[in-house]
């Protein structure tokens, strides 16, 4: 008997070592699923956060754009003021570059004339900027 009881001892550890191995490969195989799982979730987690960051981004990049056509318009409108302020002040000095012009010529001709003698008031000596 003690040749038969060790061979069954045997085939029961044989048996239990096949088992323990057999648990031991499905436990592996879960993991394995368990971190294809992870990894497919890491994927989407990483589609999510791209699209979100460019949909931010791309906020960012119209509020930028917005933000320099309205500075664009502002300087462009201050550019406009200072280019009609001068327009009208160089009208004004015109005209009165002309007005002091007429006013030389009739001067240059009186004095050409011989008419300074005329003259009742005192002729100041620069005429009122108009």
Partial sequence: MPIKWEWTQRCSWL???VLEVKQD???RQKKV???KQRVELSRRDTANEMGEGVQVLAAILRSVEKCQVEL???IEGKQRTVEKRAKGLKRHLEQEIGELKRRNAELKQ???TGQCSHFTHPIPAHPPVL
């Fill in 72 to 74: 664009r318009g502002v």
């Fill in 110 to 112: 009186l004095t050409h």
């Fill in 33 to 35: 699923e368990e971190v």
């Fill in 25 to 27: 490969i499905l436990d």
């Fill in 15 to 17: 048996n239990m070592a």
